[in-house]
């Protein structure tokens, strides 16, 4: 049985039927009314298939389209086999390679144009005066100034306003004023320019200097101008009279309607706290736009914690809104509504508004991607957080800034140094705010020598100017133990604000220099720097490792008497270990019943050290069981009591506490201590495997212990006490005293010149520090340790902490 083949040979497609040019034409344009790049092409191929040959107009609406479209890499193409170009083909390439950010690209299509022989008109100019301005290239745009002064066009109002746009993107306002005061005909637009320039260089002031002068020069005051003076009035500070006179003159003008200078003046308000008149401005606004209501939403999530909790919830009660009267929200409502959600810690919310922004498809916008980040890394939701940096296409500076911030906030500083590297190889411009949070995390892990390199590479930057980066300068100086170099940093610092002040003052006070705390305190205060609750924490923290008990309750009351500071709990702590260090623990105790925050365990986990100290065994036991019911799970309570009770001998309640710990599955913290050698870390860990130099460190401990024995001829502390070669002793130093085992390790491999610094997650124990103590005397070397509460500077047998563990 034959079967008949179905295949058919292909036909032949001929030509496509030709169409009118005013089709083409008309079809072009409507893809470029409608962005519509398929269209387009579709079109394109159709004019190719026909074999129809346009000419330069057809050629320039091809160009243009493309252009518009955002296809500038096409748009060449049509352009290099172009046999004809005029100057408008020109001017079409360079203001589309502009519209998509490629000014630089732009620049160079314009000096191909002069290369050509093509006859510039004031479109070429214009447009080549805009790439410089965006690209920041004053150098271009000066050239192209002095051309149009040459070309004669210099006088016409059109270009005027191009150059003043061009200076004014590039800083430069004196340039901006004498363009406009050697204009012959300037028009509203050169007014409008001229306010403009002032506004975004930050002068508020002059901005509205320059309206009374237009309103008095008979120029009509439009919705741009009073929109740009509104949101010059935004930025100034303590000026309600200046903001009342605006809203009048909005008012009279008629324009309080308008949703462009509504909005303007609604935002006005709600930045400076008058959201009272930005409700009833909201309220007066017929059909409020997308627009005003994201004014609205932005100065409700703006306001700080200091506001209700019911006020900052407005802003997603103003979202709801949106959403019921069917509104599409934009990118800018969404980040302002993220940001609202954080304020009032509405986690669950943010989910849900999370879920709003994929279903709107703007989850690859960078600023909503930033917000998201800083959304979950505050929820301590970190991976999440990465997911939505990775989830980012297009990360600015601000996004990578987020999410180092993110990891650093949530103590991943191995994490949040291991991004900045990646960030340092794709060589893209950093801002003091990301260097700060980098030397932030080296601040945290102790890492002097990375911290050191980071320095540099940041003043070889040029933001050694900036006070956030100096202030993130002192602060990591001072926790890396190099108080030299935070008295440096600090005297270089060209604006001090109370922020430096206090970083400053802390970091006397934590390395035990009471005495220059408190003078720098002093000496703020000359200086008219007012203290905030910072500061004072860290006057209070000097008086307390100075034993100065006077001065410290004369600096509390001071607070409440003084400044109109309340004191938080970290300020009475202060207070409490201030008593406990003098031995009154009776005073100590009382003050926390009557403090108001006797319901805090950080009052009473002070005053249990005390009692340790001090032996106090009675009253540490009763603050123990305390603890151990206000806070169930945590280690370091059962721990201090177990102690306590072993202590007095009270065996039986030793083990009752240990069983509670395994029966509410408490476990002790793991204690890490690290030491910086070279640009390598050494750590370690409780219970941990580590076998790198370990018998050569043992050996090293064994011998500096011999020679305490020898040249003290004295009975040295308990960890001396076992048998120093014994796997019991070996064992008692790795399960709690890691922090021997690194400086051990540090005394063989660095230099006697050099400062030990040796980093702990808990805190020093008696014996350690007693120990620390003889190394520090019988080997000659200074030796720093940073636990978890303070520094301890060992110089030749004795300790900056007062020997106050």
Known sequence: MSSRSTDRAPRARGPSPPLQPSTYKELLRLSTTTRSLVLGKLVHSYMIRASYRPGLFM?????????????????????????????????????????????GRALDVFREARSAGVGLDRFSYAGSLSASGDCGDVRTG???????????????????????????????????RLVFDHAEEPDEVSWNSLLSAYVSVGWPEVAVNILVWMHR????????????????????????????????????????????????????????????????????????????????????????????????????????????????PSKFTFKSVLEACMSVRAFRCGRQIHAHVIINNLQDDEFIGSALISLYSTSNLTMESLICFQMTPKRE???????????????????????????????????????????????????????????????????????????????????????????????????????????????????????????????????????????????????????????GFRYYESMSSEYDIVPNSRHCACIVDLLGRTGRMVDAEGFILSSGFANDPILWHVLLRACLFYGDTERGIRVGERL???????????????????DVGKVSSAMRTRGLMRERGVNKETGVSWIEIGASFHSFVTNSSYRHHIDFIYEKLQEMMLHIKQKMGKAGPRILELEYQSEKWRENLMNSHGELLAVAFGMSKLPESVLIRVMKNQRVCGDCHNTLKLFSEVERREILVRDSVRFHHFSWGSCSCGDYW
């Open 142 to 176: 000066r050239v192209v100034h002095g051309m149009v002064v040459v070309s004669g066009l210099s006088r016409r109002a059109f270009l005027t306003n191009s150059l003043m746009d061009m200076y004014s993107k590039c800083g430069m306002i004196n340039e901006v």
């Open 217 to 328: 020069s008979g120029v009509k005051l439009n919705s741009f101008a009073l929109g740009s003076i509104l949101k010059a009035c935004s930025g100034m500070k303590d000026s309600d009279d200046v903001r009342r006179m605006m809203h009048g003159c909005v008012t009279k003008v008629g324009l309080d309607l308008d949703l462009f200078v509504g909005s303007a003046m609604l935002d006005m308000y709600a930045k400076n706290g008058g959201l009272e008149e930005a409700i009833k401005i909201f309220e007066c606004i017929p059909n409020p736009s997308v627009v005003v209501f994201n004014a609205m939403i932005a100065g409700f999530s703006r306001l700080g914690t200091k506001s209700s909790r019911k006020d900052r919830f407005k802003a997603l009660s103003l979202f709801r809104e949106m959403l019921r009267r069917q509104m599409k």
């Open 397 to 551: 500076i601000f996004t990578w800034t987020s999410m180092i911030s993110a990891f650093t906030q949530n103590e991943q500083y191995e994490m949040a140094l291991s991004l900045f590297k990646e960030l340092l190889g794709l060589r893209r411009k950093l801002d003091q705010v990301i260097i700060s949070s980098v030397i932030t995390a080296c601040s945290r892990m102790g890492m002097l020598r990375i911290g050191e390199q980071i320095h540099g590479y940041a003043t070889k930057l040029g933001h050694d100017r900036f006070t956030v980066y100096c202030n993130s300068l002192i602060d990591m100086y001072t926790k890396t133990g190099d108080v030299g170099a935070s008295i440096r940093i600090f005297q270089d610092t060209g604006s001090l604000d109370v922020f430096s002040w206090s970083a400053m003052i802390s970091s006397y006070a934590l390395h035990g220099n009471a005495g220059d705390a408190l003078g720098l305190f002093e000496k703020m205060k000359e200086c008219r720097v007012v203290p905030d609750h910072v500061t004072f924490l860290a006057v209070l923290t000097a008086c307390s490792h100075g034993g100065l008990v006077d001065e």
């Open 59 to 103: 050629h320039n609406i091809l160009v243009n389209m493309y252009c518009w479209c955002g296809d500038p890499t096409t748009a060449r193409q049509v352009f290099d086999r172009m046999p004809v170009r005029d100057a408008a083909t020109w001017n079409i390439l360079a203001a589309g390679y502009s519209r998509v950010g490629y000014c």
């Open 628 to 646: 151990m019911v206000m806070e169930p799970f945590s280690a370091t309570s059962y721990m201090l009591l177990y102690n306590m009770y072993l």
